[in-house]
């Protein structure tokens, strides 16, 4: 009998403490009667316990047969998971590497402190992703396990669903993969920290001497005219975040979002007229300063405005074409 | 030809998983404990692993289609479970779906009905 005990005790171990009492007790029932149909009357030996044992499994084979089908994350759950794991990563990569790139051109003291940073880079990566692997799995786990709890039906389809509802398979204009969206995304969040609050990042490193001790940071930028700016960068960029989330959901340019894609060109293109008309962005003192840079200070002045000409007409060419797009879509195809 | 058959396998034991609550359910119109109810099936020839029915049973419980309880008196303790109103409702439903099913499947097997079972 003391085998039996073992056996118990091992599919118990297995599972989960609320029903573990209760199943053993009814195992250890059964078991008993699997053995007296063996016996028939005579008393049982060792073997005959362990032919009932081999027929009855395995106790992790037994136990998970009461646990029923387990999931880290099931299947209702799954293709949202995988979504989120894979933005989480590519934003974080981008993130890091942006972070590389700053501390590259802020920290220029030592050339060994440079490559240091760039072998350091793939681990940190790697931990990152990992780290956040862990997180985003974490967090679905729990769901899932609230979810199971509470006998929470998360529909796998939408309840009711009409198949003439399916969107047209789209040209191949109007596709939009998720890595578009994601770059943009996390560049624009890049630039709004950036913008906001660390403006003065934004500078020219000199050095006045050979090497590269006694750096001298020149700020690129105006802070009048970047005030100024600000505000209205930030709407277009908030609108921009807006626009790219819609394309990572819905996978496709539709009408409406290539609209409203025309409508931040064209308040781009406001913006630009602005800023030609208005004080000049960058910091006046900025080529000054560096005498070795007059040729490039002329040639600044005299292009400033022209560069938001272009701008300003690249811009319309795209919420043109854009505008041409939309209407396209919507005409029938004959 | 090994292939073949264990493909049949596979699909015989599917067969019989989709039939598995039935059998079950057809067995407890009166009280059975688990080695009881083992036996009755096999009996009439439905064999199922142990490891399979016992869960299967606390499952049916849980859906509140079989009750269940223990009965101290006889040689050991033992759970004896049973139909509920409910599971006898889901019996008579499913009973009504098996014999669709059944005819649906001999008309498509060529069969002119139950008794035409050819070799």
Redesign the interface.
Known sequence: MELLERYLYEIGRRLPAKQRED?V???R??L???L??RTQGRDATEADVEAVLR???SPA??AS??A?ERYLIGPRMFDLYWLVLRIVVLCMTGGLLIALAVGLMTDTSTVGGAVRRIVEFFPNLLTAAFTAFGYVTGIFFLVERAAARKELRIPLEKSEWNPKDLPRVPVREDRVGPVGPIVAIVFTLFAMWLFNLHPELVAFMYSLNEGWSNLVQIPVLSTAALSAYLPLWNVGWIAGLILQSFLLAKGRWQFGTRIAHAATQLFSIGVFAYMMAGPVLFNPGVFQNLPDLEVLNTWFLSSYRWFFVFLIVVTFIDAVKSVVLAVKGRVPKT | MSENEATLGALVSELRRGTLVLSVLSQLTERQ????LV?RLSEQELFV????L??LL??LEKQELLDSDWTLEE?????YYVLSPAGRKLLADLTNEWDRMVEVQDRLLGRSGHEGKKE
Do not use: N
């Open positions: 199943i007790k009814e195992l029932s059964l008993g009667d699997a007296d149909a027929e009855f499994g084979e037994v047969r009461y029923g | 404990y688990g080695y009881s036996q692993d142990q490891s399979t016992y869960p606390r499952r040689a050991r303790p033992r759970r």
